[in-house]
């Protein structure tokens, strides 16, 4: 049984649609699939009615969250996506995004980049007039503006944008969001029936990473996992994750976060033992698996 539990669509910054993502999910041999959209469930709906049969459709989303000024991600999974205190966080932080990445743009602009947002916007897959938010949910991010410099020739990679000179934390043309607390994260997954895992937790080459004892300061209140097996994770740091783990009864994952042409990684890259992914159904009482009836 393959099971990937950290997948993008077009619906945040991947590039395949959800209906894609999960028929090229089943094509890659895949028998369960999560699709995790940053701050969004707007790819839920599509993903499910496309959904080949043999394969299941674990519903989730990865939610922007910030901790004494470090930027983290939370896998939330299997939530109920009406509960109504959780949809306000995600859409508050939703909400954000487009006036970031407007901001992105024009100090981009200030350094001298032709980019425009309408450019961006095209990318993203959203109207060039949308204003405070993006229609339908859609999330927009830095992966977009990224992609512009890759077309304008400004950076030749998607990941090249990601430094000091560019768009990363602190860069030149870099622009705080609004983030949950993590704890705060828990909680509201908690309460709308879900589980939350720490998504790529010690991928310090993405930039500072919070303390390993932040781990045991969120396991304590009420973390369920970590994302282990993860391209940005070299084997001593899986290691150190799996201590960790077994440290402070926190389940173990493994995921590809495949963004679809957006990045290198590719479906079913890394995978979650399946005795692991019968324990996050489990713990789960907000919403079940979608299992494929064709579709």
């Known amino acids: 049984m393959r099971i990937d539990l950290h997948t993008h ?4 910054d991947g590039t395949d649609t959800p209906a894609e993502l999960v028929r090229n999910a089943a094509a890659a041999g895949l028998d ?34 910030r ?42 602009r200030e350094l001298g980049v032709p980019v425009t947002w309408e450019h961006v916007a095209r990318i993203a897959g959203v ?36 430094t000091e000179d560019w768009l990363a934390n602190g ?36 930039g500072v990473c919070v303390p390993e004892s932040a781990i ?12 282990v097996d993860h391209m940005d994770h070299d084997p001593a740091t899986r290691a150190r994750l799996r201590g960790l783990a077994a440290e402070h009864g926190l389940l173990t994952t493994g995921s590809s976060d495949y963004h679809g042409s957006r990045k290198s990684c590719r479906l079913g890259e890394y995978t979650t033992d399946p005795e692991i992914y019968g324990e996050i159904v489990r713990r789960a009482t907000g919403a079940f698996p979608v299992p494929g009836a064709g579709g």
Do not use: W
């Open 127 to 162: 109207p060039a007039g949308a204003g405070q938010s993006a229609p339908g949910g859609v999330a927009v991010g830095r992966p977009h503006v990224a992609a512009a410099l890759v077309e304008l020739g400004v950076v030749d990679s998607v990941s090249d944008a990601f």
């Open 216 to 227: 045991a300061e969120m396991a304590a209140a009420g973390l369920d996992g970590v994302e």
């Open 32 to 65: 369960v699939v999560a699709l995790t959209d940053h701050d969004t469930v707007a790819g839920h709906a599509a993903a499910a009615a496309a959904l080949p049969a043999g394969l299941t459709l674990v519903t989730g989303a990865e939610l922007s969250c």
């Open 9 to 12: 669509s077009t619906a945040s």
């Open 171 to 206: 860069g030149r043309a870099h622009v705080e969001k609004h983030e949950l607390n993590p704890f705060d994260a828990i909680r509201l997954v908690k309460a709308a029936g879900g589980v939350t895992v720490f998504a790529h937790p010690l991928a310090e080459k993405r």
């Open 67 to 108: 901790l004494n000024g470090v930027s983290l991600h939370l896998l939330a999974y299997l939530f109920d996506p009406d509960e109504p205190e959780f949809a306000a966080a995600r859409e508050l932080v939703r909400d954000d995004r487009v006036p970031r990445a407007r901001a992105m743009v024009g100090k981009l």
